[in-house]
């Protein structure tokens, strides 16, 4: 895939993950931190009210949309399954 200069480069991908004491967490984290794909960043969004919570990560999202290609929500009780969803996501959005 090209970039805006025509260089060829990976799409960079954003987690951004709420959390407000779901025992999974780790799980959760681990996930994410062991996929194949190497352009992944994850950021956590500790205990906030739900409608403030997903108002934070949405602005974060829009704050982003320059420097991410790909925008993931995951919440702290969810684990991606395999190491390389990300890879498989990836792929999906390159493809089409």
Known sequence: ????????????????????????????????SDQTYPNVTQELIEYLPNKEAHDTLYSRFMKLQDQYDLFLKLDADMVLMTESVVQDIVDIFESH
């Open 1 to 32: 895939m090209s970039d805006r200069l025509g260089c060829t480069s990976r799409l960079r991908v954003y987690i951004g993950t709420l959390y407000v004491g779901e025992s999974q967490l780790k799980a959760c984290l681990s996930s994410v």
